[in-house]
């Protein structure tokens, strides 16, 4: 089945340390993204990606990095900057930024916690 | 840019009674417009989407939406609510032209039994 795959599904880091957080899509799409989750907040971008090595930042990528070396995967790091990173993160993937091509389906989320 | 606003942070219905989620966009064109559901803990599902044609559009779960070019609306309907429809329901609105969806900030939705 076609679909997009996160892992893992609860992460644990102490604070000071970096964490990688991955995404892997088999639809063939071009762009993907990366949004964090809090409650009452709905989805807030962090950075997408509308094809292979290039990426954008979104609406709050200070204390992010991603990569995209391939057209599968989108791995998301959450840095030792990132002031508050407990959070629930959810990766998304499109065929493009092209009208309804950028329909986006989503992946089953991470929830990071930091202790 | 465009933008759009869910006015309703919570809302509480009985099981069995409709439903209607609001949602309203800010884009100068006609808009690409989708409802997701997202169950605690678990990703976004798409509910349904308005491209073009018709503008009252059927989804999954038994639920539709209407698109009012006049209002800047797309809500949400349910016509018998079940209680696994609890859940928090998000409207986005894209452009297209290489823009990326705009979501809103959520209704969460209690089913009571």
């Known amino acids: 089945d076609g679909g997009i795959t996160q892992s893992p599904k609860y992460l644990f880091r102490k604070e000071g340390q970096n964490v990688t957080l991955s995404c892997e899509q088999n639809?063939?799409?071009?762009?993907m993204y990366w949004y964090r989750q809090d409650p009452g907040q709905g989805l807030r971008l962090i950075y997408y990606s509308q094809i292979v090595n290039d990426f954008q930042k979104g609406d709050i990528a200070e204390g992010y990095s991603v990569s995209r070396e391939k057209k599968e995967s989108f791995p998301l790091t959450v840095t030792s900057a990132q002031k508050n990173p407990t959070a629930f993160y959810l990766c998304?993937?499109?065929?493009?930024?092209?009208?309804?091509?950028?329909?986006?389906?989503f992946g089953p989320g991470t929830r990071l916690t930091v202790l | 840019a465009q933008s759009v606003t869910q006015p309703d942070i919570h809302i509480t219905v009985s099981e069995g009674a409709s439903l209607e989620l609001r949602c309203n966009y800010s884009?100068?064109?006609?808009?690409?417009l989708f409802w997701y559901v997202q169950s605690p803990g678990q990703g976004l599902q798409l509910l349904l989407k308005?491209?073009?044609?018709?503008?009252l559009v059927q989804g999954i779960k038994g639920f539709e939406a209407e698109f009012k070019r006049s209002q800047s609306s797309f809500n949400l309907r349910k016509p018998s609510v079940h209680w696994s429809d609890a859940a928090e329901y998000f409207c986005?609105?894209?452009?297209?032209?290489?823009?990326?969806?705009?979501f809103g900030t959520g209704t969460q939705l209690k089913v009571e039994l």
């Open positions: 998304a993937s499109s065929i493009d930024l092209q009208g309804p091509h950028n329909e986006q389906f």
């Open positions: 986005a609105v894209g452009a297209g032209g290489g823009n990326k969806l705009t």
């Open positions: 639809l063939n799409h071009d762009a």
């Open positions: 308005y491209f073009s044609g018709d503008t």
């Open positions: 884009y100068g064109a006609t808009p690409y």
